[in-house]
């Protein structure tokens, strides 16, 4: 078992930056791809980007890609999702995930950390 928790969500204006992190306790942090993920009122969750076991490889949906910025820290079991010039349309719960594999489902969940950016 992985368990996952988020923190650093919070009310930031647009233009604004925010960081999340995501803490992991159980198993080997460096042996999971983590992933971050969001959900807007009413919208399907998406894939905002995800990063590999080392940290050498990442991933960024079209929409954040140039504002957002995932990197991981092993030693600390920790990943983060730095988030620059924030839109209104960057509001949503941010979740992070971990996976063994590239092309496994994401098995492991955090609760979620609210994000809302005003305009």
């Known amino acids: 078992q992985v368990q996952l928790v988020e923190s650093g969500g919070g009310l930031v204006q647009a233009g604004g930056s925010l960081r999340l992190s995501c803490a992991a306790s159980g198993r080997t942090f460096s042996n999971y791809i983590m992933g971050w993920f969001r959900q807007a009122p009413e919208k399907e969750r998406e894939l905002v980007g995800r990063?590999?076991?080392?940290?050498?490889?990442?991933y960024y949906a079209d929409s954040v890609k140039g504002r957002f910025t995932i990197s991981r820290d092993n030693a600390k079991n920790t990943v983060y999702l730095q988030m620059n010039s924030l839109e209104p349309e960057d509001t949503a719960v941010y979740y992070c995930?971990?996976?063994?594999?590239?092309?496994?489902?994401?098995?492991?969940w955090g609760q979620g950390t609210q994000v809302t950016v005003s305009s």
């Open positions: 995930a971990a996976k063994v594999g590239w092309s496994a489902e994401y098995d492991y």
């Open positions: 990063i590999s076991w080392s940290g050498s490889s990442t």
